[in-house]
């Protein structure tokens, strides 16, 4: 049989696709279901010290390609996702599953890392370095300084496996800078990529943006994305030490964009707009055609192909 497993910092997934953190994975309901699921693991929802409700509504918009969203982290809290990570781990000692984490300050991700390191929990972190929506804070992974201070004081005390999510680079440059950073840090992934932040779109018969916070500005997700989430897979795994692993996100609709994630040399992939659309069966649907292509390649894992995209240099 064809395999789909996958191996992230020594923890091995029996299928390399899962959710992308925000789409389905608010609350226990949509959790439960991602268990119960084909996914190979599931990621929560950003998680802020407190709860919180997010921007106003209409706060996403479906379009022909993807999708827009400024939902403004709206999610219950860390211990929310704490409780439920500890609880599914005592549950299922061996799976891995993802715990995202967005604090809107440095302070607040020290002080839920800190709880994170002083709990029980021994799976993956997300560290969401990315976030495009709320109102008057930047996307820390555009401010590389930033990014250095941040995994500096983060990397003073924490020893569970964690890993960031990065925003789209459009540079070379800002490959090298970023890369550069990552790769003086004992970090087990990166997560490439977040929404293209702060696009707008616009409704010619109303003559409106399409969503209320931030005068309409908002994250594209979805078909739109992929070429630009490929370059950064691929940009970053010609730069980032083998030890850090990628995951692949961004543009995801069937099994031959999973393969050319894998490709560019997404060790995992993460699927977020087109996950909101068909919901828990997507998986089925995506194993089943990524096990065609493969098996018409003659392929029998997904290391066989992994990073190994040809260019016309080669
Ligand atoms: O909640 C959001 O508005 C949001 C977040 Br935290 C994120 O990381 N990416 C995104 O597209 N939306």
Same mark, same amino acid.
Request: charged residues 20%; hydrophobic residues 25%; contains cysteine.
């Given at each position: 049989m064809t395999s789909l497993t996958t191996t992230i910092g020594g923890r091995t997934f029996d299928n390399c696709m899962m959710n992308a953190a925000g789409v389905r994975c608010q609350n226990k309901q949509d959790l439960d279901a991602l268990v119960a699921s084909s996914a190979g693991a599931y990621v929560t929802k950003s998680a802020t010290p407190q709860k919180r409700a997010g921007?106003?509504?209409?706060?996403m918009h479906t379009l022909p390609k993807g999708s827009i969203n400024s939902?403004? +982290? /709206? &999610? &219950?809290? +860390?211990d929310y996702y704490l409780d439920y990570v500890i609880d599914d781990q005592r549950k299922r000692p061996d799976a891995t599953n993802f715990l995202s984490v967005a604090g809107t300050s440095l302070e607040d991700n020290l002080a839920m890392l800190h709880q994170i390191q002083e709990s029980e929990y021994t799976g993956f972190v997300e560290l969401n370095l990315?976030? @495009? &929506?709320? /109102?008057g804070k930047p996307q820390v992974g555009y401010d590389f300084d930033r990014v250095n201070t941040v995994l500096d004081k983060v990397f003073e005390f924490y020893t569970k496996p964690l890993g960031v999510k990065l925003p789209p680079y459009f540079d070379l440059v800002h490959f090298d800078q970023i890369a550069a950073i990552l790769n003086q840090y004992p970090l087990t992934f990166v997560n490439s990529i977040n929404s293209i932040g702060n696009a707008l779109v616009v409704d010619p018969q109303t003559e409106?943006?399409?969503?209320? @916070? *931030?005068?309409?500005f908002g994250g594209i997700g979805g078909a739109s994305v992929k070429p630009t989430a490929l370059a950064n897979v691929r940009g970053l795994a010609l730069r +980032? *030490? /083998?030890?850090i692993k990628i995951i692949g996100t961004g543009g995801i609709l069937n099994g031959v964009d999973v393969f050319e994630h894998i490709l560019c040399g997404a060790s995992m992939v993460q699927i977020g707009t087109q996950f909101g659309y068909e919901g828990t069966p997507l998986f089925d649907r995506l194993a089943k055609e990524l096990r065609e292509i493969m098996n018409q390649k003659g392929y029998t894992n997904i290391n066989e192909f992994r990073g190994k995209l040809k260019t016309f240099d080669d």
């Open positions: 921007n106003p509504s209409p706060r939902m403004g +982290l /709206p &999610n &219950n809290g +860390l990315s976030c @495009p &929506n709320v /109102p409106r943006v399409a969503i209320r @916070p *931030k005068g309409g +980032l *030490k /083998p030890e």
